[in-house]
């Protein structure tokens, strides 16, 4: 874990500069340019918004900034998962290469999806505005439950993208695994909504449970999150770095030769 980690700093400059190009280039070509890193979440939440406030009607207050504030860490998440999966098979042109630090390629999917996480904060501050929702010194806590949420993603991203180099079908299983674990995750409804003997077991068994409702409690119930269960989350979020570090190791010599 140490040597994977030492070099993925080493390599820092890479990272930054692989990170800012897949920043522009995400939206080249396209009349608005940077403004979809905006307008994408926005555009999703308008939808949810209409299902869940107008045709399946939730009673929460300001559920829109509710929905919102769960959503943009969600899509780090699942847009680091699905995109990390294929990191290391869909650049055969630089694994051809020698000693390219293969760990660069997930960490720069997981980074280049926390800054458009981050950049997307102030709309999520400007929507709460609207909805009176002030921000409280309870923010104090958002860079901790960011901190667990970044390890966890990582883990789980050089795990897939190592395996995913020999098991090419694994990328599509977890695009559909993605979809049931969105909705097993209380990002349109309240954790209160769950039955209390499933509720305990849901956020026991789902890391994303713990962060999202965390991002809730900081941003909308304006309270301090549960730092009992943050705390035990990043201890398994850095034992699961140091299983991925020995997979990705072990694996790593079949990178160039698989793909």
Known sequence: MLRNFRELYQYRGLLFSLVQRELKARYRGSVLGFFWTFLNPMLQMLVYALLFSVYMR??????????FVSLLPWNWFSSSLAGGASAISDRRDLMT????????????VVVTNLCNYILSLPL????????????????????????????????????????????????????????????????????????????QWMVLVNPMAILVTSYQAIFYEHRLP????????LSGAFALLWVASQVFERRREEFAESI
């Open 97 to 108: 290469k020698v000693r390219f630090p293969a760990q660069v390629l997930p960490a720069t």
């Open 124 to 199: 999520m501050l400007g929507l709460g505005l609207f909805f009176g929702e002030w921000m409280t010194w309870h923010v104090v806590a958002f860079p901790v439950v960011l901190l667990c949420q970044l390890c966890f993603t990582l883990a789980v991203v050089y795990i897939v993208s190592a395996l995913n180099v020999r098991f090419r079908d694994l990328q599509h299983i977890v695009s559909n695994l993605l979809m049931m674990w969105f909705f097993l995750t209380p990002v349109l409804y309240p954790v209160t909504t769950i039955p209390e003997a499933f509720r």
């Open 226 to 233: 549960d730092f009992g269960s943050l705390m035990a989350l």
């Open 58 to 67: 939730q009673k929460l207050p300001n559920y829109t900034f509710f929905m």
